[in-house]
């Protein structure tokens, strides 16, 4: 792997086209078939691409770890049952997230395709990664395309400090003139968990809003953080937004919910029982898509001609920010820090791979 250093001497900036290989050679290696590994490295690269690195591939090395102790099965045989006309539900079989999430989304398609929307549940899955990844599966063919997921408990219901639901994003994207589509991609905590992940492995402090310790006080301490609580975005209303997500995901797919959910770092005992839903919409199901596009584009027209706060060059609707750091990286190459560097390097050594710096 050609790869040269960045200023800051912890860092590797890595071109995206090898670094995808790599990661579908460590993939294979562990026995996830050829096709399922694309999707992976996919995936994973895409979100370092957007900027997303929590979710790119420093999540590798646990997805591998969980395969070699039998915790997720990457030759899982995902099965899709449709129930009614425009829903149905995709059980992985414990295999890959970001396996599941593609199938269930391309199945929601095809059903938004005969009947104006889609919406395919899945249960016993894994962490799948970005949830917009999913949603630009159905942007991409005119659709507007729409993912849920819960996760790990991470975070407490407003006025607890035990954690009960995963940070449960929520997400969508929708068609544009141009080829950057709207894409909203929030959590329902303050902030990423994977970020507060990130400065546990480094030993960084956190910010003293982002999260509990596990007796319910505010820490800084990341570590400290993992093992207590974070917080809801805006009080209340995250926590109602963690529990909607919990809802469409765990109990209406048939998938785990609340506690339910295992956590896919701490417990090497048990699969993780993720569950997500993954939603099309088929804009012609309510006029001449070229009618809705048109209504779109006079929609971001009007959002950009807005008086603009001192300082702002420019109204970015949610997407294009990512869109140029993604031009950027795929110029000057992915940024990845030593840890991760260093995990990846331990991947191959432990898989009989060829890792050159």
């Keep these: 792997m050609d790869t040269t250093k960045t200023k800051d001497d912890t860092a590797i900036a890595v071109q995206a086209d090898k670094l995808n290989a790599f990661v579908r050679t460590l993939a294979e290696k562990a026995g996830v078939s050829s096709e399922d590994s694309a999707i992976l490295a996919d995936s994973l690269v895409e979100a370092n691409l957007l900027g997303i690195d929590t979710h790119g591939v420093s999540r590798l090395p646990i997805y591998l770890k969980r395969i070699s102790l039998g915790l997720i099965d990457a030759k899982a045989k995902m099965t ?23 199938r269930a989304m391309n199945e929601a398609v095809k059903l938004a395709k005969e009947c104006g929307i889609g919406m395919a549940g899945v249960k016993n899955s894994q962490h799948f990664g970005a949830a917009g990844y999913y ?20 975070l407490p219901p407003w006025g607890s400090y035990e954690a009960f639901f995963g ?4 997400a969508m994207s929708v068609p544009t003139r141009n080829d950057v589509p709207i894409v909203i991609d929030m959590s329902s905590s303050i902030v990423a968990r994977g970020k507060i992940v990130a400065a546990a492995r480094k030993g960084t402090p956190i910010p003293a809003d982002w999260a509990l310790d ?21 009080g209340p209303k995250g926590y109602a ?3 909607m997500v919990d809802i469409l995901s765990g109990v209406l797919t048939g998938g785990g919910s609340g506690k339910g959910v295992n956590s896919m770092y701490k417990d090497m005992a048990h699969p993780a029982n993720v569950g997500h839903m993954l939603m099309a919409i088929n804009p012609e199901a309510f006029m001449p898509r070229e009618i809705f596009i048109e209504r779109m584009q006079n929609l971001v027209a009007g959002i950009k001609s807005l008086k ?18 993604k ?30 710096l």
Excluded: W
């Design 80 to 102: 899709f049952k449709k129930n009614m006309p425009a829903v149905g539900v995709l059980d992985a079989h414990n295999g890959l997230g970001q396996v599941a999430g593609v």
């Design 135 to 154: 949603c630009t599966i159905a942007s991409k063919q005119g659709f507007i395309g729409m993912a849920f997921t819960n996760a790990e408990p991470a």
């Design 167 to 170: 940070t449960n994003p929520i």
């Design 214 to 234: 596990p007796d319910g006080n505010p820490t800084t301490d990341a570590q400290k953080a993992l093992d207590g609580s974070v917080l809801t975005m805006a």
């Design 241 to 243: 937004l963690a529990l």
């Design 308 to 325: 603009k706060r001192p300082g702002t060059t420019e109204i970015n609707y949610p997407g294009e920010r990512k869109d140029r750091v």
């Design 327 to 356: 031009k950027t990286r795929k110029s000057s190459g992915i940024t990845l820090d030593e840890s991760v560097v260093r995990e990846l390097a331990d991947l191959a050594k432990e898989l009989n791979v060829e890792f050159k």
